[in-house]
């Protein structure tokens, strides 16, 4: 059976947005699928070695739900995910400071991004 192709593109970095693209790209990944999970300017926070999820507005209780279920933490999951082999990117950034980035990623054109999902099996974006 042909490899799977799955593009991932994390758009925000607020709590609520985090989970779904990381969950998907280590789902993907760990059932043996080419995971490319693409960060936009906002959701490469996910990637930094200070980044706190906060929830959005209105949903504080999202933090205390996902601790009483015994979720995993963003970091951990960003662990799984280049533990599985997920490669990271950053699209289309700009950032003129360093970023301290607890993995490596590659920056590359949006353009590059959309061409990947035309061959991919899935493209998502959160």
């Known amino acids: 059976m042909p490899e799977r192709k799955v593009v991932v593109l994390a758009l925000h970095d ?7 693209p990381l969950n998907i790209a280590v789902g993907a990944a760990s059932s043996g699928a080419d995971v490319i999970l693409a960060f936009s300017r906002k959701g490469v926070n996910i990637l930094t070695n200070n980044f706190v999820p906060k929830p959005s507005k209105g949903i504080e209780y999202l ?3 996902l601790d009483a279920f015994n979720a995993p933490t963003i970091n951990e999951l960003v ?3 280049a533990e599985a082999g997920v490669r990271f990117y950053i ?3 700009d950032h003129h400071e360093k ?3 607890i993995y490596p990623a590659e920056q590359v054109p949006i353009k590059w991004v959309l061409n990947e999902s035309n061959s991919a099996d899935l493209f998502v974006h959160f």
């Open 14 to 20: 607020e709590l609520e947005s985090v989970y779904p």
């Open 63 to 65: 933090s205390q739900a």
């Open 79 to 81: 662990e799984l995910a």
């Open 91 to 93: 699209v289309d950034a």
């Open 99 to 101: 970023l301290d980035l």
